[in-house]
C-alpha cells in the first residue's frame, strides 16, 4: 500500500512563496509520475503540476511561471514550490502518484492520494 503525506501548507499574504512537500511510501516511487492538484471551496478539483518518472514537467496555465514541480528519488519527496501566490491559489492541495510513469493532467490518472493541505493566501 502506498501512502502519500503532504505538508507545508499555511497562511500567506499575496505576493509570497510556499513550498508543499509530499513523502511517499514505497521502493518504485521512481516508476511513477507525481501530480499536484488542488480544490477550492464549491469547486472540483483541478490539476496544478505533473512531473513524470523522466522528469519532464507540466503545469496548468494558471501557475504557469510561478509555481515549480520538483522530485527526489533518494528521499520519495516530490516538491511544490509556490511564488508569487494570489487569494486564487486558496485551495487544499493534494499530491498524488500517477497509474504509470507519464500520467496526464486528468484524476483517474492517478490511483493514490495524500490527505491534503490548505494553502490559504489573504489579500
Known amino acids: 500500500q502506498v501512502q502519500l503525506v503532504e505538508s507545508g501548507g499555511g497562511l500567506v499574504q499575496a505576493g509570497g512563496s510556499l513550498i508543499l512537500s509530499c513523502a511517499a511510501s514505497g521502493r518504485t516511487f521512481s516508476s511513477y509520475g507525481m501530480g499536484w492538484f488542488r480544490q477550492a471551496p464549491g469547486k472540483e478539483r483541478e490539476f496544478v503540476a505533473r512531473m513524470t518518472g523522466g522528469g519532464i514537467r507540466y503545469y496548468a496555465d494558471s501557475v504557469k511561471g510561478r509555481f515549480t514541480i520538483s522530485r527526489d528519488n533518494v528521499r520519495n519527496t516530490v516538491y511544490l514550490q509556490m511564488s508569487s501566490l494570489k487569494p486564487e491559489d486558496t485551495a487544499v492541495y493534494y499530491c498524488?502518484?500517477?497509474?504509470?510513469?507519464?500520467?496526464?493532467?486528468?484524476?483517474?490518472?492517478?490511483?493514490?492520494w495524500g490527505q491534503g493541505t490548505q494553502v490559504t493566501v489573504s489579500s
Open positions: 498524488a502518484r500517477g497509474r504509470t510513469a507519464r500520467p496526464g493532467p486528468v484524476r483517474y490518472e492517478y490511483d493514490y
